[in-house]
């Protein structure tokens, strides 16, 4: 049982981090239909700028808050810059500048902070608590606990207000939704904003359990990306659902079966979801109605 | 037009010549340099450029070698071994360089090995793999323990604590698998019995599962983890945060480096590895014969680099010295002498150990290199043998 408990807490920490990723790939996609590979930067800026405000001795929440500031700024002009220009290419190409803009970010991290590993404090304390027999981090409850209630508020901003309401009006027929008076510009840079502010919180989040350094987004990218294609790419539901199983099948695969092929075992799982369920679990199906 | 531009050409090639000429008599050595200055592999580039350029400095200074200035050329490769290749190339056949040191990594290492070998010309590798050397190529040393070594030292710590069986958990990338099998190989001659095994991706954020595992197999007296960079600093947060910390873990020479101290944090405590001297280098004893380089090398790196020495600079440092020694002996610029030379090492007193090499042995060093350092209140100490 504590067995258990310990694979489950440890499947949770690591899957709410991939949830937040495929949260902000699908909040970008919904609005753009693009690909926002560059989310797994946003990650890493949270948690490199907070650790390096803090060092320069400005108080934790500040500094925290400052990252949010910064990745939000870098999403905005991601968007400003890079996408909104290009705005009528085709997807792949949208995609493409992504990618660059991803590898321009990390070069750029790379140059301004350095290549070492940081950590930050946990938020509190390090004496793990002692649940059903596992030994849990407190920063664990931390990450879990954001995560449920960032995507509370999302939800209710989705669904309680306007703007949220024209978010989502946007994501099913962008023409429609012009139509009818939404700004889709303002949706757009919302979109990117506010992915890079929910990457960038999972990064501060997760940074006293996990390190960061300049290249820690390549491979949350990649598992944020797994984690939304599992939950039904465009499905805020599903991507959350999809992170959380994907960290869950990291965990138990390496706690039951084997640790060398845990990684292989959770993408054998998507592979086969994926096969008998195009859309993911979460999906819509894409029916053109006439 | 031909004749004239052919003539033209040959009164250019003449002057050349001539004013190349007796720039020629101040001779200088060309010593060359691929490292991964950036890229992953950074934090071993990093220190072994800012060690080659300061000693180079520093010999030219001071007259240079045998009355020649070392002129070094230094590629970075950003830990890509195909590019490693290619300035490989580049310094045999651009830059005509006597020597080479550098490969920070076994990998961009074995890229560069079949260059070197086919000019001719001496290649004193940094990388840690046991690959390079054995079987031994004729012009290829390198000055870094080997991952067998490590396994070896710590083995012999096991075995004389009678701590038999043990559980490994290894890193998936090049160094923590090359170490899983060199580990496994040495095992038997120590009577030790590995009772289980577990592995983690180099990226890994979370090991509690393979440990829990390991906590759960009954027997378990040590846990043994190969691996470098951040994988064993979260290995040895886990480890503390289940509450293992009777079952001694012992570490790589890997993590013998400040940061893993600062990353691991508390948790760090109790952790044993075997490492380099310089690690320790205040705390040997006066009568220990690298005494006085460690210290003077750590005070030199420290002064000018501004950050905490690491034992891959230091690699750097002997690998220079080595060359540097061999061609004062060979008095010659030939690179085949100065291979000659190299392999003549004996004595040799560096950062990583007493040198002595062999045509069969191109690194030279025993187990006598590493010291066994426990880490107690955020820093290292030598452990004692126990009798």
Redesign the interface.
Known sequence: MS?FV??L???L??GA?YALVALGFTLVYTASDVVNFAQGEFVMLGGMVTVFMAALGVPLPVAALIAVAAAVCVGLLLYWLAIAPSRGASPVTLIIITIGASILLRGAA?VLFD?????LPSFSG?V?VNLLGA???PQSFWVIGGTALIVLLLYLFMERTVLGKALRATAANRLAARLVGINTTTVMTLAFGGSAAIGAIGGIL?TP???T?Y??GT?LALKGFAAAMLGGMGNPLGAVMGGILLGLLE??G??YLS??Y??GIAFVVILVVLVAMPQGLFGRRSVERV | MKPISAALCLVVAGAVAALGGPARAQQTVKIGSVLSVSGPASFLGDPEDKTLRMYVDKINAAGGVAGNKIELVIYDDGGDANKARTFATRLIEDDKVVAMIGGSTTGTTMAMLPVFEGAEVPFISLGGAIEIIDPVSKYVFKTPHTDKMACEKIFEDLKQRALTKIALIAGTDGFGSSMRVQCTLAAPKYGIQIVTEETYGPRDSDMTAQLTKIKNTAGVQAVVNTGFGQGPAIVTRNYAQLGMGAVPLYQSHGVASKSFIELAGPAADGVRLPAAALLVADKLPDNDPQKKIVVDYKATYEATAKQPVSTFGGHAYDGLYILVDAIKRANSTDPKKIRDEIEKTKGFVGTGGIVNMSPTDHLGLDLSAFRMLEIKGGDWILMAPKS
Do not use: C, N, R, Y
């Open positions: 067995e310990q694979f807490m440890s499947g920490t690591v981090v790379q290549k070492q590993f940081h950590k390090d793990p030994a849990v981090q997760v359990i996990t390190l350094s290249d820690v491979l965990s138990f390496a706690g640790s060398t845990k990684d």
